[in-house]
Structures are given as C-alpha cells and as structure tokens.
T-cell receptor
Framework: RKEVEQDPGPFNVPEGATVAFNCTYS??????FFWYRQDCRKEPKLLMS???SGNEDGRFTAQLNRASQYISLLIRDSKLSDSATYLC?????????????FGKGTHLIIQP | EAEVAQSPRYKITEKSQAVAFWCDPI?????LYWYRQILGQGPELLVQ????????DSQLPKDRFSAERLKGVDSTLKIQPAELGDSAMYLC???????????FGPGTRLTVL
C-alpha cells in the first residue's frame, strides 16, 4: 500500500513567523512530489512541485530527502492568507496504474 | 487559464436515490481522475481514466458506483443507490499524463439525507 503521512496539526503560528512541516512517504519508487494548498471547502490547488535539489518560490521552500523518504515545506514571513490545509502529494509510475497519493493534510492557522 | 469544469456544484438527495456528476477536463488532458474527499481527510482516488479506458478503479465501490468516459473527454460518475455515508465532496482532476501535476475542478458537494 502506498502511504503518505502528515501531521494533521493544527499549527497555530503568529503572522510573520516561519513555519515548516514534513511529510513522509512509504513507496521508495516514488518519482514525483508536490505540495497542494486547499482552502476550506475549496478544491486543492498546486502550490509547488518538489525537485530533488530543492526549490524555492518566493516565501515557500520545498525540499526532498529521498534517503529518508520525506519532503518538507518551509514558509517564511507567514501571512494571514497562508492559513489553509497543505496537502503532501507523492506520485509513482508502474504497476498498471500511475498516479498520485494524497496525504490527509496539515492544517495551518496564521494568527494576527 | 484553462480549468476543469464540474457540475452540479451542490447536490442534496435522499438515500436510495440515484445521483450523477459530470466533469469536463482541461482540453488535451488524457488522464482524468475522480476523487472523494470527506471533511478533514485528503482526497481518495475512486477511479482513473487514461483516455476512455479505466486504469484504476480498485477503490470504487462497484456495487453502487459507476464511471464512464466514453469518448475520452468528459466523464460521468454515478451513484445508485446513494447511502448516507456517501456524503462528501467529489472532485474531478485532470493531467496531461500520469503522474504529472493534476488540476482540480471546483468539486460537487453531495449531501445524502
């Protein structure tokens, strides 16, 4: 079974702080990694892909550790608008069904 | 910007009734997914299509759920009969190919009374 595990939180963080959360995955053959953001009662939207060398998009930094099978998301200078659920997503190919497995999400609350 | 379309956005039905949801993926996306998301959980894959063919329906409750994508473009997910436990958000997503980035539609929120 392909599993993706996340701390559900909630993480309560003051505005302007830095927050980080990790996600672990069980399938060592996983090949693609993403962070999605989901606002309450809305659809998930791609936040960023995660590359082997790590990547940054503005205040967001994502990193991949294949040896330990986890990915991380770091948010700097957090804004009130960052409050959302962050879904860790892992993809694989092979076995007849290629696809993505979603974690249950980490709930982030930025407090003024 | 191209989007995944879904309808209806909301559906309220009584148990034992039949319901159907429709999805139109982004043009050119060969892979289409139906997910079910219960509040507080991540999306769970119900069925995956590659063009008109089902690639994975291992988590689809086939006694009551059915899905089709006859021409390899839009898709319909049906539940018959609906049960109370089917109340959830039903999300459709598409991608150019698996396991590329998936783009989600706005979802259909189903309430079964």
């Amino acid at each position: 079974r392909k599993e993706v595990e996340q701390d559900p939180g909630p993480f309560n963080v003051p505005e302007g702080a830095t927050v980080a959360f990790n996600c672990t995955y069980s399938n060592s053959a996983s090949q693609s990694f993403f962070w999605y953001r989901q606002d309450c009662r809305k659809e998930p939207k791609l936040l960023m892909s995660v590359y082997s060398s790590g990547n940054e998009d503005g205040r967001f930094t994502a990193q991949l550790n294949r040896a330990s099978q986890y990915i991380s998301l770091l948010i700097r200078d957090s804004k009130l608008s960052d409050s959302a659920t962050y879904l860790c997503v892992v993809g694989w190919t092979g076995g007849g069904a290629d696809g993505l497995t979603f974690g249950k999400g980490t709930h982030l609350i930025i407090q003024p | 910007e191209a989007e995944v379309a879904q309808s209806p956005r909301y559906k309220i039905t009584e148990k034992s009734q039949a319901v159907a949801f429709w999805c139109d993926p982004i043009s050119g996306h060969a892979t289409l997914y139906w997910y079910r998301q219960i509040l507080g959980q991540g999306p769970e894959l119900l069925v995956q299509f590659q063009d008109e063919s089902v690639v994975d329906d291992s988590q689809l409750p086939k006694d009551r759920f059915s899905a089709e994508r006859l021409k390899g473009v839009d898709s319909t997910l049906k539940i018959q009969p609906a049960e109370l436990g089917d109340s959830a958000m039903y999300l459709c997503a598409s991608s150019f190919a698996a396991p590329d980035t998936q783009y989600f539609g706005p979802g259909t929120r189903l309430t079964v009374l």
